[in-house]
């Protein structure tokens, strides 16, 4: 059972273009979070979706960031006219249901130049 | 303050000495969950402990909850510098009724061989 898969792992993009991030959820798992990481900083909440609904976006910022997860495929995370403050690690969780453990994956890593 | 502020910040010790870190929180909880992040990496689940419980063990892990105080420890028992790493503690949003996981800012563990 494969865990968290996020690719890419790194992303460099200009400012102005657009990052988008993809995250597949282990095996049986509808429940994604997307998190932000910040250098020498703790995870922040961005986003909390289940297959073709968003369920918690309170931690993501109201222009350029939006995220699906649709009925097939991974979810994404889009970043639209990236910004050097958009330079920082995201993070994808999966978990079965609501309040069992989260199991992350390995981070895209964004530089925006 | 945010959610799960853990201290120290920083911790160095040497191998086979016990660490301990410490995790506040200040809502209502369901459970209280501790992760590792070794650098530039995913993160790693170690404990859960539920609102009912009141400590937990997992090997050399030891973890306390104390909800009158809202707070938790971690003690890593006869430590070894592959423990080296960061350490977060997350905490369920109760109220919020969407159990995202709000981190603290980390404990920065050293362990000196």
């Known amino acids: 059972n494969a865990g968290v898969m996020q690719n890419p792992r790194h992303l460099v993009r200009r400012r102005g273009q657009e990052a988008r991030l993809r995250c597949s959820p282990m095996?049986?798992?509808?429940?994604v979070y997307w998190y932000r990481q910040l250098p020498e900083e703790g995870l922040k909440f961005m986003v909390y979706?289940?297959?073709?609904?968003?369920?918690?976006e309170s931690g993501m910022p109201k222009e350029r960031f939006s995220a699906e997860f649709p009925k097939e495929g991974p979810s994404i995370l889009r970043i639209q006219q990236v910004v050097r403050g958009d330079s920082a690690a995201y993070f994808c969780?999966?978990?079965?249901?609501?309040?069992?453990?989260?199991?992350f994956g390995a981070g895209t890593r964004l530089s925006v130049l | 303050s945010q959610q799960g502020e853990e201290d120290p910040q920083a911790l160095s010790i040497q191998e086979g000495e016990n660490a301990t870190m410490n995790c506040s929180y200040k809502?209502?909880?369901?459970?209280l969950q501790w992760y590792r992040q070794n650098s530039g990496r995913g993160l790693v689940h170690l404990i859960l402990?539920?609102?009912?419980?009141r400590e937990k063990h997992s090997g050399r892990l030891r973890v306390t909850l104390d909800t009158s105080k809202k707070s938790s420890s971690l003690l890593i028992t006869a430590s070894r510098a592959a423990d080296t790493a960061s350490y977060f503690c997350?905490?369920?949003?109760?109220?919020?009724?969407?159990?995202?996981?709000?981190f603290g800012t980390g404990t920065r563990l050293k362990v000196l061989a």
């Open positions: 095996k049986g798992h509808s429940h």
């Open positions: 979706l289940q297959k073709e609904n968003i369920i918690d």
């Open positions: 402990i539920r609102s009912n419980e």
């Open positions: 809502t209502s909880i369901n459970n």
């Open positions: 969780a999966s978990s079965p249901g609501q309040e069992n453990i989260q199991y």
């Open positions: 997350a905490t369920d949003d109760r109220a919020s009724g969407t159990y995202k996981y709000i």
